[in-house]
């Protein structure tokens, strides 16, 4: 990935959305981005305003210019304090159409949301509206979970030698370029239940285990290498089992502020933000989830 260009925020103006928006001007900030904060006017709280105080009053008009000073303050805001270039759109509509229209307009390189908030943020990973914002979405969402006080120091990077592999890491260096990485490939005897029913010696299985954590290390280390990764800047990190909760344990034991997953695997077909490990990580992690939602390498 080349160095940033665009950055769209989408806020709902919450306390945790606030959080976003610093975190993205702090991106923004480091490479010299454009930053555009967007608030969507969802097409059920529109429904809400008319049903309470009747269409097209004035009440309604006063609320919504609030709204529109409200986002305006906050793009002057981190303008002044991050000294970046920062605008703001008050859009109505569906969210997720929306949100995903107006990062194709900036032609944004990073959406930038928060974890919780009082709409559609409210719950990422359960909400409708956010899942179809990352279904529909072709440009990397970084999902902010904690105070942006420093840029991202260690992150880990979960890959499996898949097409998107090289991507993710050339992604997590973009948005984290100095900070330390950790190449995480998690690893398994394939058919391992099966052997053990058809009664392979321990001995054996052993065998096939260290012969395949010295495949995944040899891959780990080209993959390294493919990307520009010299000595000292990254960490190899290949635990056996089950990749979610490898990616959990480990995010914790190497002090990582940011976790970078795929929405694709291996299986071309799987879409892993709809399956265990995205969705897992995204509910479960400490720190922020940079998911890159290219549909092709």
């Known amino acids: 990935?080349?160095?940033?260009?665009?950055?769209?925020?989408?806020?709902?103006?919450?306390?945790?959305?606030?959080?976003?928006?610093?975190?993205?001007?702090?991106?923004?900030?480091?490479?010299?981005?454009?930053?555009?904060?967007?608030?969507?006017?969802?097409?059920?709280?529109?429904?809400?305003?008319?049903?309470?105080?009747?269409?097209?009053?004035?009440?309604?008009?006063?609320?919504?210019?609030?709204?529109?000073?409200?986002?305006?303050?906050?793009a002057e805001r981190l303008a002044a304090e991050?000294?970046?270039?920062?605008?703001?759109?008050?859009?109505?509509?569906?969210?997720?159409?929306?949100?995903t229209r107006a990062a194709d307009t900036m032609d944004a390189d990073l959406?930038?949301?928060?974890?919780?908030?009082?709409?559609?943020?409210r719950r990422l990973?359960?909400?409708?509206?956010?899942?179809?914002?990352?279904?529909k979405s072709t440009r990397p969402m970084l999902v902010v979970k904690q105070r942006a006080h420093e840029p991202y120091r260690r992150v880990l990077v979960a890959v499996d030698f898949s097409a998107?592999?090289?991507?993710?890491?050339?992604?997590?260096?973009?948005?984290?370029?100095?900070?330390?990485?950790?190449?995480?490939?998690?690893?398994?005897?394939?058919?391992?239940?099966?052997?053990?029913?058809?009664?392979?010696?321990d001995a054996t299985i052993d065998l096939y285990r260290e012969q395949a954590w010295h495949a995944a290390e040899r891959q780990l280390h080209a993959l390294a290498a493919r990307t520009g990764l010299g000595p000292g800047q990254w960490t190899p990190c290949l635990p056996r089992g089950d990749p979610s909760l490898a990616i959990i344990e480990h995010e914790l034991e190497y002090g990582c502020d940011l976790v970078v997953v795929g929405k694709h695997g291996q299986n071309m077909a799987e879409e892993l933000l709809l399956?265990?490990?995205?969705?897992?990580?995204?509910a479960e992690s400490a720190g922020d989830v940079l998911v890159s939602t290219a549909t092709s390498a």
Request: charged share 15%; aromatic share 4%.
């Open 1 to 74: 990935m080349s160095q940033l260009k665009n950055i769209l925020v989408a806020t709902d103006l919450s306390g945790p959305a606030q959080q976003a928006a610093d975190r993205a001007a702090r991106l923004a900030r480091m490479s010299g981005s454009a930053l555009r904060l967007v608030h969507v006017l969802g097409a059920g709280v529109a429904a809400q305003l008319q049903s309470l105080i009747g269409l097209g009053s004035e009440l309604e008009a006063r609320l919504v210019e609030a709204t529109r000073q409200e986002l305006q303050t906050l």
């Open 82 to 99: 991050y000294a970046v270039q920062a605008d703001a759109a008050l859009l109505q509509g569906s969210v997720a159409n929306e949100i």
């Open 111 to 121: 959406v930038v949301l928060g974890a919780r908030g009082k709409d559609f943020l």
């Open 125 to 135: 990973m359960l909400g409708s509206t956010a899942e179809r914002l990352l279904r």
């Open 164 to 201: 998107w592999s090289a991507p993710l890491v050339e992604l997590a260096r973009g948005v984290a370029p100095g900070a330390q990485i950790v190449l995480l490939s998690a690893y398994d005897v394939p058919f391992e239940g099966k052997l053990r029913y058809a009664s392979v010696p």
């Open 275 to 282: 399956g265990s490990v995205t969705s897992h990580v995204l």
